[in-house]
């Protein structure tokens, strides 16, 4: 469903099957061809499929059954997990990049505060000189 097209189809495999005398021989070269097709990856391509929906339709995929879900309640707790997981990305975003704002907000108040006593600093030692200079003179 998700790239228009069954996995492992093809028009070599529907010749393959039409030509099978019975269903025996059908099914044996659905096997031969299941075990000799490279894994499908046109999933990977379609539009709006991560990384991790291409992984678990790989697992549905697999030729392996020991490879593939044990149910379909294990397919449904792969989807919700990945659900939570993309979920929380905005969170793990803004924990990344909050943080990250905040210093720099802090870090321009703190700049500004230091250059404010800096230059008041400057004027008290600058008052301060000015005095002693007057009172030397006198």
């Keep these: 469903m ?5 996995p492992f189809r093809s028009e070599k495999a529907v010749t393959e099957f039409e030509s099978a005398a019975n269903l025996e021989d059908r099914l044996e070269k659905y096997r031969q061809l299941l075990a000799n097709a490279p894994r499908p990856n046109a ?17 549905c995929l697999a ?6 879900f044990a149910n379909v309640q294990a397919v449904l707790d792969a989807l919700q997990a990945r659900a ?3 979920a929380w990305r905005p ?9 990250a704002l905040v210093l720099l907000v802090m870090s321009f ?13 400057d004027d008290a030692l600058r008052a301060r000189a000015l005095e002693s200079n007057r009172f030397a003179a006198q």
Excluded: C, K, M, Y
């Design 91 to 99: 969170l793990v975003v803004l924990g990344t990049l909050g943080p």
């Design 43 to 59: 999933h990977r391509q379609a539009a709006g499929v991560d990384r991790a929906l291409a992984d678990i339709v790989d697992n």
């Design 84 to 86: 939570q997981r993309r």
């Design 109 to 121: 108040f703190a700049s500004q505060w230091f250059d404010t006593v800096v230059r008041e600093s």
């Design 63 to 68: 030729v392996d059954r020991n490879r593939r």
């Design 2 to 6: 998700l790239s228009g097209s069954p």
